[in-house]
């Protein structure tokens, strides 16, 4: 069912779920170019993150269902812009080791287990102030804290995680409703 029906909101709406796709196609691109950099072209993810982040629907056509739409996207470029400057970051490393991109190695030490627990932590901190943000720019206030917020998440995140299917993705989006980010299963593409 199409969400609008004047020609230009349709334009906007089409060029959007394409953004969409682009976002996940990027995530197979990235990890293709780190894995082998020699033959594989950059995958020129930051013009993406920078073209979504800067999107905005012009006002003489903007409804509520694409500006929903336009913030679920610029989400989930935030979440996957994490994600990619991780894999980054991590790619990084494994090539100053001397390992490849994308080894399964272990942790080699209970001090990499509690730092990989630390960066969870701190990106569900930096989520956190995004909801802030958010409802700071809704005019809206919110009781809850950093510790109530850490454990919604990560409750629901298990939840999601067990009925999970393989072509499904957690994502975490704004629910304008509750005034609050939750997380989500999304079908893949």
């Known amino acids: 069912m199409a969400l609008v029906s004047n020609p ?13 796709k682009q976002v ?3 995530d197979g691109k990235l990890r293709a170019y ?8 950059h995958p020129r993810h930051q013009e993406l993150i920078e073209k979504i982040q800067r999107y905005r629907i012009p006002p003489a056509i903007s409804t509520k269902q694409l500006e929903s739409q336009l913030d679920n996207l610029q989400w989930k470029i935030f979440y996957h812009k ?7 970051e991590n790619a990084e490393a494994a090539y100053r080791q001397g390992r490849r991109f994308g ?5 080699e030490s209970p001090a990499a287990e509690e730092e990989t627990e630390t960066r969870s932590s701190s990106s569900i901190h ?8 958010k409802l700071n720019e809704l005019g809206e206030k919110s009781g809850e804290t950093v510790d109530a917020f850490e454990n919604r998440i990560k409750k629901r995140y298990r939840e999601l995680s067990s ?10 989006t704004f629910n304008q409703e ?7 299963l999304k079908k893949k593409g």
């Open 24 to 26: 996940e196609a990027m």
């Open 34 to 41: 780190l894995a082998d950099r020699q033959n594989k072209p």
């Open 8 to 20: 230009q909101q349709k334009a906007v709406e089409n060029e959007l779920r394409q953004l969409e």
């Open 178 to 184: 509750e005034k609050k980010c939750t997380l989500e």
């Open 82 to 88: 994490k994600a990619w400057q991780q894999q980054w």
């Open 163 to 172: 009925a999970k299917g393989d072509d499904q993705d957690i994502v975490m």
């Open 126 to 133: 930096r989520y956190w102030k995004l909801q802030q943000k």
């Open 103 to 107: 080894s399964t190695n272990p942790p």
